[in-house]
């Protein structure tokens, strides 16, 4: 079982270091042929103009789509959300519209407005996330098939799930917290075998072509 860690702009190592320490075989994603094998993704924080173009230019994202279109888990954190959103309240056309959510870049301001806050977050137990904000997007609007993971005092998400796709505004990766990875780490064992017989089986995600809509489980 092999995670690819989108590598082409941001905070990319931290994600490859964590994974690493959970066990886990992380690899960098530049090129389609480093999706090769792998069973989970993560979408790193960093610039998601510069990203969205450096996707674009590599060629990975119809790769990344049909991966997840087939049920290959996704976690994307702080831009990595706006990437992984169908839609962006700026005005940008979606990258990879998985999430049925309306994002706001850079919501909180500028880099001297990041701030952290320790979220309840109840699908990973009793125990506060520690969160990291940094340049953040806030979703402002979330679709019917979303779960909505964690939320901010004010009521505002900030963790969302559609079946097979994970978002933060946050950067768990930089606080140390581990449990986000390690359900996505549970999800790509499940995608890479899926039951003796099986095979891996496509996820009932319905893929956008253009401007239709995709249904699926954020450039800051």
Request: charge should be neutral; hydrophobic fraction near 45%; aromatic fraction near 4%.
């Given at each position: 079982?092999?995670?690819?860690?989108?590598?082409?702009q941001g905070a990319f190592i931290e994600?490859?270091?964590?994974?690493?320490?959970?066990?886990?075989?992380?690899?960098?994603?530049?090129?389609?042929?480093?999706?090769?094998?792998?069973?989970?993704?993560?979408?790193?924080?960093?610039?998601?103009?510069?990203?969205?173009?450096?996707?674009?230019?590599?060629?990975?994202?119809?790769?990344?789509?049909?991966?997840?279109?087939?049920?290959?888990?996704?976690?994307?954190?702080?831009?990595?959300?706006?990437?992984?959103?169908?839609e962006i309240v700026d005005g940008d056309?979606?990258?990879?519209?998985?999430?049925?959510?309306?994002?706001?870049?850079?919501?909180?301001?500028?880099?001297?407005?990041?701030?952290?806050?320790?979220?309840?977050?109840?699908?990973?137990?009793?125990?506060?996330?520690?969160?990291?904000?940094?340049?953040?997007?806030?979703?402002?609007?979330?679709?019917?098939?979303?779960?909505?993971?964690?939320?901010?005092?004010?009521?505002?998400?900030?963790?969302?799930?559609?079946?097979?796709?994970?978002?933060?505004?946050?950067?768990?990766?930089?606080?140390?917290?581990?449990?986000f990875h390690h359900l996505l780490a549970?999800?790509?064992?499940?995608?890479?075998?899926?039951?003796?017989?099986?095979?891996?089986?496509?996820?009932?995600?319905?893929?956008?072509?253009?401007?239709?809509?995709?249904?699926?489980?954020?450039?800051?």
């Open positions: 079982m092999k995670i690819g860690v989108v590598a082409l994600h490859l270091d964590l994974l690493r320490r959970l066990g886990v075989e992380a690899v960098p994603v530049r090129l389609p042929a480093d999706l090769q094998d792998v069973s989970g993704v993560v979408l790193p924080g960093g610039e998601s103009t510069t990203m969205r173009k450096l996707i674009h230019r590599w060629g990975l994202r119809d790769p990344l789509l049909d991966l997840a279109t087939q049920g290959a888990p996704v976690f994307g954190t702080c831009a990595g959300m706006i990437l992984l959103s169908r056309e979606p990258v990879l519209p998985l999430l049925d959510v309306a994002v706001k870049r850079n919501a909180f301001g500028r880099q001297l407005d990041s701030f952290e806050e320790d979220l309840e977050v109840p699908v990973l137990g009793d125990q506060p996330v520690h969160a990291v904000f940094i340049r953040a997007p806030v979703i402002e609007r979330v679709g019917p098939e979303v779960d909505v993971l964690a939320r901010l005092d004010d009521g505002r998400p900030v963790a969302v799930r559609q079946r097979n796709v994970i978002a933060t505004a946050f950067h768990p990766e930089l606080a140390g917290e581990t449990r549970t999800m790509a064992a499940a995608f890479a075998e899926p039951g003796e017989g099986a095979g891996r089986r496509r996820h009932p995600t319905r893929r956008a072509t253009g401007g239709a809509e995709t249904a699926g489980t954020g450039e800051r």
